[in-house]
């Protein structure tokens, strides 16, 4: 009994040993990888403009402050509309109420008056009339412009083109390596992207900046993209038959 005991234990062993040895001698194979990065841009001719404007009103009283910054805003809001902009393409975002003080050496603070402070956020869809929308606000009494930037409705189909221009660009990179080196490239292992970037111009204006240096939009606006990737690398003797 004790005998067919041990048979039995040793057939067992050498079944396990026939699974685990090859095994682990394929995991000490070292992987040999290629790591490369593609890049790509795509240029495209915006059709949208998004910025903010700041509009002030100061006054001896809270309440005069806050009806002065109400007719100073309504009297842009209607210029606007007038010239043609829809009012969906117009919101506010902030509203402040501020005292202002006069401070001078070892005296208590003397309080000036009031600021009323509002944020429009405008949107331009026809960037024809960049220029001239934008002038409208400074005529109305906006005292600054900012978060300027320059768009295109479809953003997310050209993000993607540039994805792919970077994948497809590093591929290339890793062919040309393997040939270079004389040997065959295997699979992709692992691919990793860095956030996308979009340029455009600086994003901040001042009411006292002239248009011929504001007012300008962009020729175009660049989708950029880059990844990195990692491919096996097989030499010879593990080119697939």
């Known amino acids: 009994m004790y005998f067919k005991q041990s048979i039995f234990r040793n057939?067992?062993?050498?079944?396990?040993?026939f699974v685990i040895i090859p095994q682990l001698a394929f995991a000490t194979q070292p992987v040999r990888?290629?790591?490369?990065?593609?890049?790509a841009a795509v240029?495209?001719?915006?059709?949208q403009a998004k910025l903010t404007w700041t509009i002030e009103a100061r006054a001896d009283a809270p309440?005069?402050?806050?009806?002065?910054?109400?007719?100073k805003t309504a009297s842009l809001l209607a210029a606007l509309e007038a010239f043609g902009l829809p009012k969906e393409d117009l919101a506010s975002s902030v509203l402040s109420l501020s005292p202002n003080f006069q401070y001078i050496d070892r005296q208590p603070p003397k309080l000036l008056d009031y600021t009323a402070t509002t944020r429009l956020e405008v949107t331009i869809n026809h960037l024809p009339a960049f220029p001239e929308i934008v002038q409208i606000g400074l005529d109305l009494g906006v005292t600054a412009l900012g978060n300027l930037v320059f768009l295109t409705k479809d953003e997310a189909r050209w993000q993607s083109?540039?994805?792919?221009?970077?994948?497809?660009?590093?591929?290339?990179?890793?062919?040309?390596?393997?040939?270079?080196?004389e040997v065959k490239l295997g699979q992709l292992i692992s691919l990793s992207d860095r956030l996308p970037e979009r340029g455009g111009p600086p994003g901040f204006l001042t009411a006292q900046r002239s248009l011929s240096e504001a007012g300008i939009v962009p020729q175009d606006v660049a989708f950029r993209q880059?990844?990195?990737?990692?491919?096996?690398?097989?030499?010879?003797?593990?080119?697939?038959?």
């Open 43 to 47: 240029k495209v001719k915006p059709d």
């Open 11 to 17: 057939i067992i062993y050498l079944a396990v040993c």
């Open 33 to 39: 990888v290629l790591t490369v990065t593609g890049a």
């Open 63 to 71: 309440a005069s402050a806050m009806a002065a910054l109400r007719s």
């Open 161 to 181: 083109l540039a994805r792919q221009k970077a994948m497809k660009d590093a591929l290339v990179k890793a062919q040309d390596y393997a040939e270079a080196a």
């Open 226 to 241: 880059s990844v990195i990737a990692q491919y096996e690398i097989l030499v010879k003797p593990e080119y697939p038959a």
